[in-house]
Nanobody, 124 residues
Framework: QVQLVESGGGLVQAGGSLRLSCAASGRTFSSYVTGWFRQAPGKEREFVAAIRWSVGSTYYADSVKGRFTISRDNAKNTVYLQMNNLKPEDTAVYYC?????????????????WGQGTQVTVSS
């Protein structure tokens, strides 16, 4: 069993930055893919970014490519999402998720474990 706890959300002005953290407990991430998803009011949950823990390979949604960076800290069993040049359309609840697949997947139903979410609000 894996427990995921997100932190780092908040209110920021457009053009600003935030760093989200996802701390895992219960099992190490070494054989997992960890992803970030987001869900805005009235919209479906969408993929943001993912990292393959063992080799560090990453994948991003086109909407965040070049602005967001996903990374991991093996010692802390934590995944980060650095978000720069934030836009009002980035406003959403951001969720961390994990799956034991060996390749990066972008479909939310492929992920087995989810955090509780953290709110990110970007004002214009």
């Amino acid at each position: 069993q894996v427990q995921l706890v997100e932190s780092g959300g908040g209110l920021v002005q457009a053009g600003g930055s935030l760093r989200l953290s996802c701390a895992a407990s219960g099992r190490t991430f070494s054989s997992y893919v960890t992803g970030w998803f987001r869900q805005a009011p009235g919209k479906e949950r969408e993929f943001v970014a993912a990292i393959r823990w063992s080799v560090g390979s990453t994948y991003y949604a086109d909407s965040v490519k070049g602005r967001f960076t996903i990374s991991r800290d093996n010692a802390k069993n934590t995944v980060y999402l650095q978000m720069n040049n934030l836009k009002p359309e980035d406003t959403a609840v951001y969720y961390c998720a994990a799956t034991s697949t060996i390749v990066i997947v972008t479909t939310s139903r492929k992920y087995d474990y989810w955090g509780q979410g953290t709110q990110v609000t970007v004002s214009s």
